[in-house]
Every structure is written in structure tokens, then in C-alpha cells.
């Protein structure tokens, strides 16, 4: 199984920025899809989700920000994130759960939005 993130970066306040998760090895159409993220010396959080139904489930801190979408073709999650503030400043992990509890991570992208 291999969850392959991307689209990371440097931005400025304001900017926008586009992650990408494309996922092998699973049955990508069973799973719920998630990104979470972790800013330095914090927890990591759960930024938002994509269930198999395709409704989404966003924390409240990026909501109207933030959208999760999955292209079940491509085998792909992405994560469109507007309005960046540099609270957003963390590294960002794509993340597939299916209804029996199985998780899958991916490696991490570092997304830095500066001042």
C-alpha cells in the first residue's frame, strides 16, 4: 500500500495551494479519505474528510478555506487550500480508513505560509 502526497510548498498569506494523495494498493473506492496536519510542537489534527459517499466533514478552523475532493478514477484525494493564514504552516498527511478500521498513511507534505 503506498499513500504518495504532494503539492506542498511556500506560500504567502492569501495564497492557495493544491495537495494531491494518489494511493495503490487499496481498494481506493472503500475508503473514507482524510488529510490531517501537524504544526510544529503541536498535535496532529484532522483537517477534513472525504467519506465513500463523497460528503465532506471539515474542522472548524478550515472551513470556507479549505475543500477535500476524491477522484475514485484516479485513485486520488486532493485537498484545494485558499485564504492560507500562517497558521496553516504544517506538514499535511493524507490518510485512507475503511469501515473495518484499517488506516493507511502517507508521508507528509510540508506546506510553510509565510507572513
Known amino acids: 500500500v503506498q499513500l504518495q502526497a504532494s503539492g506542498g510548498g511556500l506560500v504567502q498569506a492569501g495564497g492557495s495551494l493544491r495537495l494531491s494523495c494518489a494511493t495503490s494498493?487499496?481498494?481506493?473506492?472503500?475508503?473514507?479519505m482524510n488529510w490531517y496536519r501537524q504544526a510544529p510542537g503541536k498535535q496532529r489534527e484532522l483537517a477534513a474528510t472525504?467519506?465513500?459517499?463523497?460528503?465532506?466533514v471539515y474542522a472548524d478552523s478550515v472551513k470556507g478555506r479549505f475543500t477535500i475532493s476524491r477522484d475514485n478514477a484516479k485513485n486520488t484525494v486532493y485537498l484545494q487550500m485558499n485564504s492560507l493564514e500562517p497558521e496553516d504552516t504544517a506538514v499535511y498527511y493524507c490518510?485512507?480508513?475503511?469501515?473495518?478500521?484499517?488506516?493507511?498513511w502517507g508521508q507528509g507534505t510540508l506546506v510553510t505560509v509565510s507572513s
Open positions: 490518510n485512507a480508513r475503511d469501515i473495518f478500521g484499517r488506516s493507511f
Open positions: 494498493g487499496i481498494t481506493f473506492s472503500n475508503y473514507a
Open positions: 472525504i467519506n465513500i459517499d463523497g460528503s465532506t
